[in-house]
T-cell receptor, first 110, second 113 residues
Framework: SQQGEEDPQALSIQEGENATMNCSYKTSINNLQWYRQNSGRGLVHLILIRSNEREKHSGRLRVTLDTSKKSSSLLITASRAADTASYFCATNTGGFKTIFGAGTRLFVKA | NAGVTQTPKFQVLKTGQSMTLQCAQDMNHEYMSWYRQDPGMGLRLIHYSVGAGITDQGEVPNGYNVSRSTTEDFPLRLLSAAPSQTSVYFC????????????FGEGSWLTVV
């Protein structure tokens, strides 16, 4: 079974709105990362948050981590049509493996 | 800066055929891995390597072999292709095993008929 599971599976919003995606995981982690995948392309790293951090920002991205609830959220503010993509959370437990969730498909309507 | 390069981009195989997906990185990363991506399943780890000469199994290793003779290259071999191996395959690399940024190739679309 997957370590990280994103919610919702799909999200459709208007340009300019905020988009929030959630990730839940099952075991203690070393860090959690968010990746983006445009259709037909490889994954691109967005942001990494360590287990001792609670919030990180990068441009229009805001990531929170609640280790007590084993969950993380990715907020994209003022979304643009170019943000249309799939977003994946990935968890690392400190070993060799990084496990990815099934992803959230975001569609931003112009 | 090429990053992670995968070949071929597209491949159609007949059941029972074998083939090798090539992967090369030019970032001197010690850690390399192969994932497969299926609809609704996210990415599942097939095999990984923490350095030349060292490989290990991931979540779904059956039907695949890997080797790591150099730091740069990490080929994935399908021994006897099956329709269940129809998928998109991604090679990835990173500096270390402790969750640093993972860099992905552009993917290889494989269809087994």
């Amino acid at each position: 079974s997957q370590q990280g599971e994103e919610d919702p599976q799909a999200l459709s919003i208007q340009e300019g709105e905020n988009a929030t995606m959630n990730c839940s995981y099952k075991t203690s982690i070393n860090n959690l990362q968010w990746y983006r995948q445009n259709s037909g392309r490889g994954l691109v790293h967005l942001i990494l948050i360590r287990s001792n951090e609670r919030e990180k920002h990068s441009g229009r991205l805001r990531v929170t981590l609640d280790t007590s609830k084993k969950s993380s959220s990715l907020l994209i503010t003022a979304s643009r049509a170019a943000d249309t993509a799939s977003y994946f959370c990935a968890t690392n437990t400190g070993g060799f493996k990084t496990i990815f969730g099934a992803g959230t498909r975001l569609f931003v309507k112009a | 800066n090429a990053g992670v390069t995968q070949t071929p981009k597209f491949q159609v195989l007949k059941t029972g055929q074998s083939m090798t997906l090539q992967c090369a990185q030019d970032m001197n990363h010690e850690y390399m891995s192969w994932y497969r991506q299926d609809p609704g399943m996210g990415l599942r780890l097939i095999h990984y390597s923490v350095g030349a000469g060292i490989t290990d199994q991931g979540e779904v290793p059956n039907g695949y072999n890997v080797s790591r003779s150099t730091t740069e290259d990490f080929p994935l071999r399908l021994l006897s292709a099956a329709p269940s191996q129809t998928s998109v395959y991604f090679c990835a690399s990173s500096f270390s095993r402790s969750g640093n940024t993972i860099y992905f190739g552009e993917g290889s679309w494989l269809t087994v008929v």
